[in-house]
């Protein structure tokens, strides 16, 4: 992502049209915008945010070693005359113009991903498919915004031989410039589910607007869909309509060029038999879950239509382990013996709630463990909020989970869908529920935390590791 002639500084000013000041270092190794991160030799990028503004970290960025700080002609006067920098008219669109820049330059086979859920999963089973065949590179974390998206291209090294992107959106219109942008050779659309729907009038219109990932898929590209998914007709028309030139399908359908033949399915894994564009495989998944194997297939074949080796592929995402947040796996020391948790509060939408509840169900408990979920809300579901959430006790139901924990006044209705021997407890927000789930856990539990971003599960996680000390991750065999 970043190494030793990533950019020169002359590189950098041409591509986003600024004029070099001060003692500016000519090699730069990388490019940051957050100087808690920031390595010596980077470029740092003074953006300005909702809440901060980049440009008052320029000295601390400096301080740091950095080989220049990009900042806008308005502020540049604020810094000494001998400060290393890189003046640019909106530093946001001078890291876009770098991006554009990277991505000009390069010759690597380039896949993007979207989906309504697994896009990170998905991107960094890329990650490890890809790394056996050649050097590549892909976005971190899950910067997959209009910010994010510049970024990650601006640190596309000039001899990768594959990158990854992932690209997300709330609203319509969002897609199109960010995919303009990555100029893909392969898009994937992990899947189209009802989420978002407060910006949107049905699932149609979402189909729709990932549907735009299609128009910046480069000449004799290829868009990889899911066939088992309701939308796929819709998805298959539009990815003809903007002209390109194939379509893959992946599923447990017929007709499918990447196809799930057969799955088994463990507590920390999946073996997973396909056929891949033509090709038997059989592999293992280092994280379990049916959602993930599916989006494997999607895997192998952008990795096969990249040109890696499809074998080394399928090999490596034995080690798939799932990020922090998305279903990473702790060991817990509970009173009475140990435990698990498994890690799902990055967020959450009601096909990966019932996808994490799924994983729950086959979670392996001791005795006389029991397998908890605690749920907080899933926002933007619109009008359709009170069902969706309702909606979920029919998920725990079929996957026997024993205690339910609710958080948030969406998640009432579930609370009030549940059966009483399923109610552990309800409180209005994370805060609040966070002792009933501490006070309740016991040795042999199986416990998953899951909600949106806002709904602050995540704190719920990190008070379950302070105090009953998970010490790493569990490691799945390869």
């Known amino acids: 992502m970043s190494g030793p002639g990533l950019w020169t500084a002359q590189e950098l000013a041409q591509a986003t049209r600024g004029r070099l000041q001060g003692n500016v270092r000519e090699s730069v190794t990388g490019i940051s915008i957050d100087t808690r991160t920031l ?215 017929k007709k499918c060029d990447a196809r799930m033949l057969e799955i088994a399915l463990q507590d920390d894994s999946s073996t997973v038999h396909a056929d891949i564009l033509g090709e038997a495989l059989m592999f293992k998944l280092g994280a379990p879950g049916r959602h993930l194997a599916m989006n494997a297939l999607a895997v192998l074949a952008a990795a096969k239509i990249a040109g890696a080796d499809l074998a080394k592929a399928a090999i490596a995402l034995g080690n798939l382990v799932p990020p922090a947040g998305r279903g990473l796996r702790m060991p817990l020391r509970l009173p009475g013996g140990e435990g698990l948790l498994i890690d799902e509060s990055y967020n959450a939408n009601p096909a990966s709630m019932r996808a994490a509840i799924d994983v729950l169900s086959r979670a392996p408990v001791g005795q006389p463990g029991r397998r908890i979920a605690v749920l907080g809300d899933m926002l933007e579901l619109g009008a359709e909020a009170t069902l969706r959430h309702a909606e979920l006790a029919e998920s725990l139901a079929a996957g026997k989970i024993d205690l339910v924990y609710c958080s948030g006044p969406l998640m009432r209705s579930l609370w009030e869908a549940l059966p009483s021997a399923l109610r552990g407890g309800y409180a209005e927000n994370a805060a609040a529920l966070e002792p009933q789930v501490l006070a309740a856990l016991q040795g042999g539990d199986a416990v998953m935390i899951k909600g949106s971003n806002a709904s602050g599960m995540g704190k719920i996680v990190k008070s379950l590791m302070q105090k009953f000390g998970a010490v790493a991750p569990l490691k799945n065999p390869a």
């Open 39 to 253: 390595a010596p030799g980077e470029a740092f990028f003074a953006i300005k945010g909702d809440r901060l503004d980049g440009h008052d970290y320029v000295a601390a960025a400096l301080e740091k070693d950095a080989a220049l700080a990009v900042v806008e002609e308005a502020a540049a006067g604020k810094f000494p005359g001998g400060a290393a920098l890189l003046i640019v008219d909106d530093t946001l669109a001078a890291m876009r113009d770098a991006g554009a820049a990277a991505r000009a330059r390069s010759h690597a086979q380039i896949i993007a991903v979207t989906g309504s859920a697994g896009k990170t999963g998905t991107k960094e089973a890329l990650r490890l498919a890809l790394s056996p065949s050649g050097e590549m590179h892909a976005s971190s974390a899950s910067f997959n915004n209009h910010w994010g998206v510049p970024l990650s291209l601006s640190r596309l090294s000039r001899d990768a031989k594959f990158g990854v992107f992932e690209i997300g959106m709330n609203h319509a219109g969002e897609i199109t410039p960010l995919v303009q942008l990555v100029r893909p050779q392969v898009a994937i659309i992990t899947t189209i589910e009802p989420v978002h729907l407060e910006y949107f009038s049905g699932i149609e219109a979402i189909a729709d607007a990932k549907a735009e990932i299609f128009v910046g898929i480069e000449p004799g590209g290829a868009g990889i869909l899911n066939r088992d998914n309701s939308q796929f007709a819709r998805l298959a028309a539009a990815a003809k309509a903007a002209g390109v030139s194939r379509v893959v399908s992946f599923g447990t359908d």
